[in-house]
Every structure is written in C-alpha cells, then in structure tokens.
C-alpha cells in the first residue's frame, strides 16, 4: 500500500533507554504510517527488541517522546498498550503447550461464561480473514512452530488492534512457513492497521516491506521507502563494512579453511582415529505410535563436518533429542568416540564429549533467570566452586573473555541471560559447547536460527575450526546453502529415513532438493 500523506499513526522523536551503563537506544526518531509494512532491520543486540518493548509498555523510555494517533504515548504497562490498540507478538512463545488453542487465547480475554465455542468461531473466523487455517481445538504442544506462531497472531488480532509488532517472528520458523506469515503480514497492514516487522533477513524485507528502518548499536543509521531503497546500502548500514552475499562469503571462508588446513600447522591437533559419532540404527516412535525416526545409521570422522538436510518435521528434532540425551531412541544405539550413550544422560553426552546446540534454546540450552556468566559455564560451573560456594569474580572474569571470543553482546556477564537478544543468547549457548574439554562431536541442530548475516559467517568460521582440531559435527539446518558452503557432505532427510548422500558442492543442490522432496527415492 502506498505511503500516506495524512499523521503518522505512530511517531518516536529522540527516543533512548538506557540500562545501567549500557545506552541500549539512543536518539530515535521514526514514523510509522497506517496501513504500511514498516520492518525494522539490525544485527542482533542491535536495539530492536528495546525499541519494540518501549512501544509495547515494557519499558519506559530514559529521554525521547512518543505519539500514537492523536495523543502523547506514554505505556505504564503492556495490558494499557493492548487496550489502547497496541499488540506485540515477542521472539519467545507465551502459550501453555497442554492447554488447546482456543483455551490459550480465551486467558484474560474471556470474562464471566466462557463460550467455548463462540470463541472458538471468532478464532476460525479471523483465520479465514487473513489466509490460513488454524484449529482452535488443536493441543498447542503438539502444534508446528508455524501453527505456535499463528495463534499468538490471531490472539493479538482478537483485540482488533491498529499497531501489531512483530519481534523477530521468522526467527523460529523453517523456511517453508515464512512466506505464510510474510503473506498474513501484508493482509494485516491493507486491512489498515499497520505493522512493525523485527527482521535482519533481507529477502523478507524486499517481499512484504513499505518502509525500513535500519538499527546499528542502538542508533537510527538508515531509512529508506522500499520503491526505492538500496539493498546493498542497507546491509552497509546494518553491519558497518561490505558484506558478501551469505553463500559467497560462506564458501570463501571454506576455502581458506581448506588451504589453511593443507599447510603443515605445528600447533594443529593430530587426527583421531575411528569415529567421532556414530547412529546405528536408531529409531524413535512417538505417543501415537507413528514412527519419526526410521533406522537411522550415519557415521562422522574426527574432523569431518556432516550436513544434514531435510524439511523440518522429518525427524530432525527427534534425532537431535536422542543424541542430546534427552529422548530415549525405540531402537539402535549411539557412540560419541568410544563410549555408548544410547540410554545414557544428558550430563552423561556432556562428560563423554558431546556438544549440543539443539534447535530449541529456551527450553533446553540456557536457565534465562542465571546470568550471562552462569550459563555460559552451566556445564562446568564446578571449576569456580569453593567450599561449596561459587566464585562469582573468577566466573565472571572468565565468561568476559568467551563472550568477546564468541561476540556475546550484553551489559557484562553478570546480566540476566533473559535480558539478551535472542542471537546473542544463541552465541552463547555455541560458545559454551564449542569450549566443552574434551570435545569429541558437536551436534548443531540449526545454530544459524536467528542470526544476522555477520553473525552466521562467525558462527561457521567458530564450527570449522572446531573441526580443524579433530571435532566431528553434525550440522541440522535447513538451509541448503549453508549446509552446502560449510559442510564435507550432507545426507538427506525424509519422513524419519536417510534417503541418500551428496558431496557439499553447489552442482548437487539440485539433486540434494530433489531428495529433500522426496523425489528419485
């Protein structure tokens, strides 16, 4: 829709906030005009998330001024935001996963009789409105993340608000549900209403943006309208330098590694002999009885980096439960070096020299009410132990120098874990297992989910020296191209089985995405 001359339904002036000693926002200024798509890009830790809770009632601002409509916007709270017609959708999901769709969005909506049904035909109903289907009898712990996403959605547009922001939503969504939620963005904003997209992902903000905003360490370096904007010069402003495009930088980088590695380095660590990781067999029935993980058997050498592709739901996070130890397999067994882990612990992976970055962080990487420090050292917080007491100085001093290592962005390490972006938690989390000693095999499920642009290529460049020193990983992604830039070789993925095996090379992507699909199986 077209840019509208009339006031803005939304205007921060000289906006700031500041936390402590970290100036998070400073000096804001920005308009966002009804019936628009107005994203808003950054690396991570860049000020977004601030900048969207200070709009939301979160936070009160330290210096600027808002306006939204006709009057001064001053939040107390997040109820007073969604009563005066602001609603939020953050990174992390607020749903209770036993309770049913319907039953989630009737909390503090509902007053008096609950009409279950009648609440259940406005849920339909709103759906239907805006391109997708969802089932508000539907158990919400046995939704997709893309369905997850949906309900939150249709919660906020249940209060017909006029702003929706949305932080980071394609954060957690694989790539076949994106375009979904792109198209239910662009519906929102013609109905009138406009919308704030929290993104660093430039394919989205060319396919759905009017206008975009560009956020760098808290400060407003760009704006630009889309009919005319310069994508190039966004991503400039963005990240401070030149950027490659992602699959050139990534496979640049591999090929350095690849020389670096043919050189004869006196300090590099000699290769292991034998496996780093082995599945034989493993299988994973669920409550139903369905199968989602189907004989599974892969092998990875010390050294060697295995991508491992498929559409997500095809039994990726079943096997990345099992080989974290948090899932007992049906059937088969698994080794980490020489040592079996098939019904093994968590802490059990852990000791044997297993790294796990799993797909779902909040849920099963990270303690977001610890600190900074704590959680980076979670799995070895007993080197800082005393008499039974935690050497708070000693860990912080520490954790400091991994999180300039692995460029953790935050106050210090003594902060909430909670109070970091949610890319600045994922690097965390890597750098807490890539210092795991020993470190026999990473298995990575989607470590690039979430990451601005910069922040993948650190993080692959982290992965291969890893391997570089004798670390066999296993790299889940669904991202094709990485997987082809960084990897030896990929398997494939499909309905719980392992329906072949390509070299790591461009000229095969065809090939691979045909078996992705399930095509020449």
């Known amino acids: 829709m077209a840019q509208s001359a009339s006031p803005p339904l939304l205007a921060l002036d000289g906006l700031g906030k500041r936390f402590g000693s970290l100036q998070a926002l400073e000096g804001v200024t920005l308009d966002v005009q009804a019936g628009t798509v107005h994203c808003l890009l950054g690396e991570n830790g860049a000020g977004k998330s601030t900048l969207c809770n200070l709009i939301f009632g979160v936070y009160a601002p330290s210096a600027g001024q808002m306006r939204f409509g006709e009057r001064p916007w001053l939040p107390s709270s997040p109820a007073e935001a969604l009563e005066q017609g602001i609603a939020m959708v953050h990174q992390h999901f607020s749903l209770v996963p036993r309770m049913t769709v319907v039953e989630n969005l009737m909390l503090g909506q509902a007053k008096g009789i609950l009409k279950r049904r009648e609440f259940g035909d406005r849920i339909r109903d709103i759906a239907d409105r805006f391109g997708f289907v969802l089932d508000p009898d539907a158990v919400v712990g046995e939704l997709s993340v893309g369905e997850r996403q949906r309900s939150e959605i249709v919660k906020c547009l249940m209060r017909d608000p006029k702003l929706l922001v949305l932080d980071e939503p394609t954060a957690v969504l694989p790539p076949g549900e994106i375009g979904a939620l792109l198209d239910i963005c662009r519906r929102v904003a013609d109905s009138g209403r406009a919308v704030i997209l929290v993104t660093h992902k430039l394919a989205e903000i060319a ?11 808290g400060r407003l370096v760009a704006k630009a309208d889309m009919k005319t904007a310069d994508m190039g010069a966004l991503v400039h402003a963005m990240v401070g330098r030149e950027v490659k495009p992602l699959d050139v930088a990534l496979s640049d980088s591999k090929e350095a590694d690849s020389k670096e590695g043919d050189s004869t380095d006196a300090g590099a660590a000699p290769v292991r002999p034998g496996f780093a990781l082995v599945c034989d067999g493993l299988c994973v029935q669920d409550r139903h009885g369905a199968t989602r993980l189907d004989n599974f058997t892969l092998e ?7 991508g491992l592709a498929g559409v997500e739901g095809n039994g990726q ?3 990345g439960m099992v080989l974290a130890g948090l899932l007992a397999p049906t059937e088969g067994r698994y080794f980490i070096g020489e040592t079996e882990l098939t019904h093994a612990s968590a802490a059990a992976v852990t000791a044997a020299g297993g790294g796990i970055v799993p797909e779902d962080r909040h849920a099963v990487a990270c303690v977001t009410a610890m600190s900074v420090a ?3 050292y979670l799995n070895k917080l007993d080197r800082f132990t005393r008499f039974g007491l935690l050497q708070r100085r000693a860990l912080n001093e520490a954790a400091a120098v991994q999180m300039k290592e692995f460029d953790v962005r935050a106050a210090g390490p003594d902060v909430a874990f909670s109070g970091l972006s949610g890319g600045n938690q994922q690097k965390a ?3 807490r297992e890539l210092t795991l000693d020993p470190l026999v095999a990473l298995i990575a ?7 601005d642009v910069s922040a993948v290529e650190a993080v692959y460049r982290q992965i291969r020296a890893a391997a570089r020193r004798g670390v066999g990983v296993l790299l889940i992604s669904s991202e094709l191209d990485e997987l082809i830039a960084v990897a030896d ?3 494939v993925l499909y309905r719980g089985r392992l329906v072949g095996e390509r070299p790591a090379e461009m000229g095969e992507r065809g090939a691979i995405g045909a078996l992705m699909s399930g095509q020449g199986i």
């Open 207 to 217: 396919k759905v943006a009017d206008s975009v905003a560009v956020l760098r360490t």
């Open 300 to 306: 990875v050498r010390p050294g060697e980096i295995v």
């Open 317 to 319: 996070s079943e096997l």
């Open 374 to 376: 704590e959680n980076m």
């Open 429 to 431: 989390v890597l750098g």
């Open 445 to 451: 499920a989607q470590p690039t989910r979430g990451l």
């Open 489 to 491: 070789r990929i398997a």
